[in-house]
């Protein structure tokens, strides 16, 4: 006798189960001190190697400095995958974006034969306006000597729009009567903050903003969506992470920092992805510490070594100009750092400026009143910090390919920050061209 059996039930959560193996993992990239490590040179070499480069927060306070060949460009806001013609470029809703500055860079690029049709943004993401950076600059005069030396773009006003619910998305561009009255609220309701500063009348920041938006909307997605159907469809995708760990809104040197979250976690909100969308995250760590602005730096070198590392490694602000201060590497930051992004592996840049320095020290260990203390400690002022000295090494090291090659006293500076931070080292960048990498 046949026997019938009923046909399987198929439940829609098991057909998503049998397409999950189908889908990528997004990879992360984030700076793991205070910001310009050299994650754009990184980003640029990882990026050969992924279909879509996105970028989860912060706005142009960032700067980036690639070069390959004879291209050496500066980028703000654009992912630092863009001399990769085949990625595709995204900017996530978790970014605040100045239109200006975004179309000036879209020109720049474009003037030096990069196809920027392959710029993508999403439509959450903030606009940043000419009041946001007039704000900043009030709100730094009104703190007077605790300045927190902002790169003035009008960053922190921005974010502080969009968490009151206030800010404007690039969704919002769209409605032009909608925007006028947004707009008008906004500078309403800082009339006395922004009394003094010089702002272009309403009616002006409307209409310059609504030009920009005509000209940029054919950029602008749906962010969520645009994400998840890369993912869905198994391309490869690299998330770029800007400004630093350690400038984190959340767990930086409070309030010295952004007003971003800049670490790994942020890319899942900034982004519109769960934290199981996500692979490896490299951190990119310079072989010292620099740090523009304000804000404690335990292992600052505030005498001739600092001014060493700072003329060597060309230490000054791509965004103000302004010169990094500098400090030995910091294997306390460091691990914190580890901890805060849950690390797969880290990528040292800047090795080379170390070349010719007799003595290097890492800074490995904090303590307070003779007591052992960690990061949480930085801004305490009775912070001491202890100092491991190695030995330097004297000649160029920017024509080695291979870690194996490197000086012995360089391999053992590698080792050392690999042990203190526990986390292993998958490349060494002893150089600005793409093509000055240790491995
Ligand atoms: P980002 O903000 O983290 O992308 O870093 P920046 O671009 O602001 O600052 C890093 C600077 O160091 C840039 O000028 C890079 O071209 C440069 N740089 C990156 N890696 C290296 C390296 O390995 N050696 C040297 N000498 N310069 C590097
Ligand atoms: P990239 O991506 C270094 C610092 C500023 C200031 C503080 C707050 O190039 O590494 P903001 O304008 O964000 O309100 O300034 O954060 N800062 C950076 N420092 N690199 C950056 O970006 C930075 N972005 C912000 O100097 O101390
Ligand atoms: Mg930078």
Same mark, same amino acid.
């Given at each position: ?5 009923? $046909? ?22 984030? !700076?793991?001190?205070?910001? #310009? ?11 050969? #190697?992924?279909?879509?480069?996105? /970028? ?15 291209? #050496?460009?500066?980028?703000?806001? &654009?992912?630092?995958?863009? @001399? ?50 007039? $704000? ?30 206030? !800010? ?5 561009? /769209?409605?032009? #009567? +909608? ?15 922004? $009394?003094?500063? =010089? ?12 030009? $920009? ?7 602008? &997605? ?29 767990? !930086? ?12 976690? +942020? ?66 930051? +460091? ?7 849950? @690390? ?25 009143? +003779?007591? /052992? ?12 910090? =202890?100092? =491991? ?46 093509? =000055?990498?240790?491995?």
């Amino acid at each position: 006798m046949e026997s019938r059996r009923a $046909a399987p039930v198929r439940h829609e959560w098991q057909e998503r189960r049998r397409n999950e193996a189908r889908v990528s993992k997004a990879d992360i990239i984030v !700076g793991i001190q205070w910001g #310009d490590e050299g994650k754009g040179r990184i980003v640029d070499l990882y990026a050969q #190697d992924y279909d879509v480069v996105a /970028r989860f927060g912060g706005g142009d306070n960032a700067g980036h400095q690639i070069k390959v060949g004879d291209t #050496d460009i500066a980028l703000r806001i &654009v992912p630092s995958g863009v @001399l990769n013609p085949s990625v595709e470029l995204f900017i996530g809703g978790g970014t605040v974006v100045s239109l200006s500055g975004l179309l000036d860079e879209l020109e720049r690029l474009g003037k030096i034969g990069v196809d920027v049709s392959r710029v993508k943004i999403s439509d959450r993401a903030h606009v940043v306006f000419p009041y946001h950076a007039a $704000a900043d600059r009030a709100n730094e005069r009104a703190r007077g000597g605790d300045a927190i030396g902002t790169t003035g773009r009008g960053i922190g006003p921005a974010y502080t729009d969009k968490v009151a619910r206030t !800010g404007i998305t690039f969704a919002d561009l /769209r409605d032009a #009567d +909608g925007l006028a009255a947004k707009v008008r609220r906004n500078l309403d309701s800082r009339r006395a903050l922004l $009394a003094a500063e =010089e702002l272009p009348f309403p009616d002006e920041i409307v209409r310059s903003a609504s030009e $920009a938006a005509a000209r940029l909307a054919p950029h602008v &997605v749906d962010g969520v969506g645009y994400m998840h159907d890369a993912l869905e469809s198994g391309r490869r995708v690299l998330i770029e992470g800007a400004q630093g760990s350690l400038l984190d809104v959340g767990y !930086g040197t409070y309030p010295f920092v952004t007003s971003s979250h800049t670490i790994a976690g +942020g890319a899942c909100t900034g982004l519109g992805l769960g934290p199981t969308a996500i692979g490896r995250v490299v951190g990119v760590v310079k072989a010292y510490c620099t740090r523009v602005g304000a804000g404690p730096f335990p292992s600052e070198l505030l005498d001739q070594q600092g001014e060493r590392l700072r003329v060597a490694g060309g230490e000054f602000g791509t965004v103000t100009g302004r010169p990094r201060r500098c400090g030995w590497f910091d294997a306390v930051a +460091g691990r914190y750092a580890v901890r805060l992004n849950g @690390l797969s592996a880290l990528a040292i840049t800047k090795l080379d400026v170390l070349s010719g320095l007799d003595r290097i020290g890492i800074v490995t260990g904090y303590s307070v009143d +003779g007591s /052992r203390v960690g990061f949480a400690q930085a801004a305490n002022p009775r912070l001491r910090v =202890e100092i =491991e000295e190695m030995d330097g090494w004297s000649e160029p090291i920017s024509h080695v390919r291979r870690v194996a090659d490197l000086p012995k006293a360089a391999q053992r500076y590698v080792a050392r920050i690999e042990e203190l931070l526990a986390t292993p080292v998958e490349l060494v960048s002893v150089g600005r061209e793409r093509s =000055e990498l240790a491995r």
